[in-house]
Every structure is written in C-alpha cells, then in structure tokens.
C-alpha cells in the first residue's frame, strides 16, 4: 500500500494474466493459437514503408473496418476497433455500464469483468451457471442493469446458439448486452448477425485466438451506431482508437487470407477433439467445448498437484485460484506434438 495512491486505487485488487515464461515451455496457458499468422501478415511487416509511421493513423481506422466489415457482412458504420478487445471492453464498461447502473454477469466467466467493474465502480451481480455449467441466460431476464458475457463462455467452454441469444434480445430491449465472442471461431455461433435488428447488443471480438495475433493487439466491436457513437465519446485521442498504423495493416492482412483462418482454426478444433478423447482416457472429466481450451478435472488427482507436476516437466497449464474452479484445469489448445507430450506427461502423474 502506497501513500501516494488515491483511495480509490487502493481499493483496487490488478488482473494478474497467465504467465509469460521467459524460458521456453510448452505454452497451454493463456489461450494463445499455437500456428503462425497468415503469410501475408509476415509481407506485411517486411514491406511496410516506415515513413508511414511519421504520421498519425487514419483517426477512423476506416481501412481496417471496411476490411472487418466485409468479413463481418456487416456496414462499416457497425464496427469499431481497439487495441484488443480488452481495451475494448474497457471502453464499453466506461460508455454503457458505468454508475449508477450494474452489471449482470456469469458467476463464472472471462476474470476481467469483475475487475473492469471493481475499476469503474460498477455494481457486479454474479449469476450462476446452469447444472451442466452453461451460462444461464434466463436468468439475466430479470435483470435491470447491463449484461454481459463471454459466448463460448471461458473458462468452461460451453457456446449459446444464435436462437437463444435472440430470444434473450426478445425480452431484453432497454438495456446494453454485451457479448464477447473471443473464442466464437473455434466452433461457436456469432450473434453478429443479429446486431442488425437489436440496437442494444455489441459484440466484441479479437485478432488473439483464430488469427494467432495476441502479440499485436487487436480487438473490435459490432453493433447499431449508436453504440458505436457512445464508444468513441470515450476513447482517447490516438491510444485506443484508431489502432496503430503497422497493426491496422498486419489486421488487414491477415483477414484477407480466409484459407490461412479456416484451415489453422480447423487444426485446433481437431486437436481439441482428440486431446478430449485422450483426457477423458485418463480419467478426466472434461467439458465440451467450442473454443480453443478445455476444463478438465481429475476424479482422484489434485488439479494443483498436477499443475505443479507438469510445470516442473516444462508444460505450462492454467490452475485458477478460486472456490468454483479450484479442482479444474484450463488447457490451451497447442499443435498434435505439444498435446502428445502433454498426455505423456499426464500418463505418467495420474496414470
Ligand atoms: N475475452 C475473453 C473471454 C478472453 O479470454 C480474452 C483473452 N484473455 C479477451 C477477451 C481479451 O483478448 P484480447 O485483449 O487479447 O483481444
């Protein structure tokens, strides 16, 4: 505790992400895509005139989000972009949740939200997840503040059709939902179609997982442009929107090769399956999941035990911390040779 900290930031409790390990592991821990980006993102950083980065970028970043928009089907006029979409949620708590309202959220679900609502001081009302660990939707009916959550869910893994999502906006029309689809890629459905027709859902994603760019930071949004308009009254002046000039044209590049997307998401949804299979062999119980991660907990074995047990063998897990989660691990979804050496490691601790 410092004395030169306001009240308020002492009050404050920072989000603590995975480990970056300095050292070289096998790295299942963070959610990161274990494939390159696409060829052009590398031509791209080759080739880009460094002049360019005398100037300030285009203050709409109106590039990018014609390029996203197109992906998307969606006008570009619906979209926004960030410095991933943290700094995008970020932005959205500022303009749509802040005081005196309150937030609806799944009890479990992405880490950050109770700390964006700790940081802003907004009312967190946590609601549980169903008996097969989906986020309860129904529930958030009756709800009067904001909504929001991660769909597939994180960490459990479990995606809403767009059908229930719909149903969702049926009954809830006066209030902003926000739905983070940073793993939709990876077998989900996107409510992105469905941001047409309910002005109040933004749909947030991200350029970290189904286009392996989590070094750059890249994220955006989808929705009515007046939500697009309350986004832009709180961003900075060239921090957080537009994006850089070097990530817009890494970003565009990268949306350009759709062949590079399908076939790199298509590895890991592969190799989700099997690695579930070989889990499940070992006595795991694992949840389905349409992401690029598993949770999975052992009936006998510790989950901190076996954390411990595969750090020391150079493989680096996600154990969180907390009551719900406590006897589960989270495991990224890394190339066929990673999740080989994974289950051979598992073999031999809980065997
Ligand atoms: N939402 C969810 C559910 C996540 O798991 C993550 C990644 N940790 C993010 C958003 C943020 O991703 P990024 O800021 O890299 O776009």
């Avoid at 609601?127 to 459990?156: C, H, K, M």
């Avoid at 006066?174 to 409510?191: P, Q």
Wanted: one cysteine or more.
């Amino acid at each position: 505790m410092s004395k030169f900290w306001s009240p308020r930031v002492r009050e404050l409790t920072p989000y603590i992400p995975g480990e970056q390990p300095r050292e070289r592991l096998i790295k299942l821990n963070t959610n990161e895509n274990p494939y390159p980006p696409a060829p052009g993102v590398g031509a791209v950083l080759r080739e880009f005139p460094t002049d360019h980065l005398r100037l300030y970028p285009d203050p709409g970043s109106l590039a990018l989000r014609e390029a996203l928009a197109t992906v998307l089907d969606v006008p570009a006029s619906h979209v926004f972009v960030g410095n991933g979409s943290d700094e995008v949620l970020a932005l959205a708590f500022q303009a749509f949740f802040c005081q005196p309202k309150s937030l609806a959220t799944p009890e479990i679900s992405y880490s950050f939200y109770p700390v964006y609502c700790n940081m802003y001081g907004i009312e967190r009302k946590a609601y549980p997840l169903d008996d097969q660990w989906r986020v309860d939707l129904g529930a958030f009916e009756a709800e009067s503040g904001g909504i929001i959550f991660a769909n597939p869910n994180a960490p459990t893994g479990h995606g809403h059709g767009r059908d229930a999502i719909a149903a969702l906006l049926e009954k809830v029309t006066d209030r902003v939902v926000l739905i983070d689809e940073a793993y939709v890629d990876f077998g989900g459905e996107s409510a992105v179609p469905l941001t047409d027709k309910y002005s109040n859902l933004l749909v947030t994603g991200t350029f970290s997982k189904s286009r392996s760019l989590a070094g750059l930071r890249l994220g955006y949004a989808v929705g009515s442009p007046e939500l697009i308009e309350g986004l832009t009254r709180v961003k900075d002046s060239f921090n957080s929107y537009p994006v850089d000039a070097l990530a817009s044209a890494v970003a565009i590049a990268s949306l350009a090769d759709q062949e590079h997307f399908d076939a790199t998401r298509g590895a890991v949804i592969a190799t989700r399956e099997r690695t579930r299979t070989r889990l499940e062999a070992l006595g795991f119980k694992v949840l389905p999941s349409q992401t690029n991660f598993v949770l999975a907990t052992h009936p006998t074995h510790d989950a901190a035990q076996i954390f411990v047990g595969l750090r020391e063998r150079g493989i680096l897990v996600r154990h969180f911390n907390t009551d719900a989660l406590r006897d589960y691990l989270r495991i990224s979804i890394g190339t066929d040779d990673e999740m080989d050496s994974l289950i051979e490691v598992l073999e031999a601790l809980c065997g």
